[in-house]
């Protein structure tokens, strides 16, 4: 066994001792089913769906199935949630906005997957079997605290009528999840072109920002935890590092860290990269500056 397959195998307490926390915290309050708190119950769904398609994705040696499965995660939470819950009306409305976007992504994902092929991540993590079990044990963690606000209302004993800032956050919500949705599309279009090959969007909200899609996904999780504020008291309150989870993953991790190292390898030394990241700013976004005017050359 070798260094990365002892840290993966080291990973895996760690990351069930977070869940743990977490699965405390958000089921103080929270509704009982089969004699235990029904938030627990949901968090150890995401765990277990994850290790169920672990078995032929590691038998078969395909990620194919990776993604589609952190979205069917999300479907099977927020279905049980709801089913064994107290279904107030805020409930339905997290159920709602959850399911629309993880539908969304998780067919997005799984149809360019399809398309594309394999995906590079995970060469060489598929032969190990720590390693790749430690892949979708994380994925599992990923659901449960991005959705844990979300959840620790659906499953509160204590509900409070929908009032303003549920509002306020679905009108954030959807802000977030049309950007998502546009950046997506133009990305795809502009890479289906041919004339496109080896050269990187910067057209559409790509001008407004690098990572349009992440800014996409971190308000629209921002907007999740203030539609499911008014429900939470006490501890439950722990669970609302749920967006803040969102924006240090696709910030600090795995997400704009990758794809701006991977853009640096491939165009660093393009003068028309380096100008776009220039006047683009990484993730918030800005209206797009003019590029500078070349001056004109009276020498001649």
């Known amino acids: 066994m070798n260094k990365a397959e002892r840290q993966s195998l080291a990973a ?3 990351i069930l001792a977070v869940a743990g926390g977490i699965a405390w915290a958000g089921s103080q309050g929270s509704t009982q089913a089969f004699g235990v708190p029904l938030f627990a119950l949901c968090g150890a769904l995401a765990f277990v769906v994850n290790w169920v398609a672990f078995i032929p994705a590691y038998r078969f040696q395909s990620e194919r199935y990776y ?37 969304r992504l998780g067919s997005f994902l799984f149809a360019r997957i399809s398309r594309d092929g394999s995906d590079g991540r ?15 044990t994380l994925q599992g963690l990923w659901v449960f605290v991005t959705l844990s606000c979300a959840l620790a209302a659906m499953t509160s004993a204590s509900q409070s009528p929908l009032g303003p800032l549920a509002w306020v956050g679905l009108l954030v919500w959807l802000l977030g999840f049309c950007v998502e949705v546009v950046a997506d599309r133009q990305k795809q279009r502009f890479r289906a072109d041919p004339a496109n ?9 790509w001008a407004w920002s690098r990572h ?10 921002f907007g999740v935890a203030l539609v499911a504020l008014p429900a939470l008291s006490s ?42 990241k220039q006047r683009t700013p990484v993730l918030w976004p800005r209206p797009p500056r003019a590029q500078p005017r070349q001056p004109l050359d009276r020498s001649a």
């Open 122 to 136: 995970f060469d060489v993590l598929k032969p190990s079997l720590p390693r790749f079990f430690m892949t979708w």
């Open 12 to 14: 895996i307490p760690l």
């Open 235 to 276: 501890w439950q309150l722990v669970t609302l590092v749920s967006p803040v989870f969102v924006y240090v993953l696709l910030t600090r991790i795995s997400g704009i860290p990758m794809l701006e190292s991977r853009g640096k390898r491939k165009w660093g030394e393009d003068p028309e990269y380096k100008a776009y």
């Open 212 to 221: 349009p899609n992440y800014f996409g996904e971190i308000t629209l999780w």
């Open 197 to 205: 090959r080896g050269r990187f969007i910067q057209s559409g909200v």
């Open 67 to 103: 993604d589609l499965t952190g979205s069917i995660t999300y479907g099977c939470i927020v279905v049980t949630a709801v089913v064994a819950g107290p279904g107030h009306p805020r409930s339905w409305l997290l159920a709602t906005l959850v399911a629309v976007w993880a539908i």
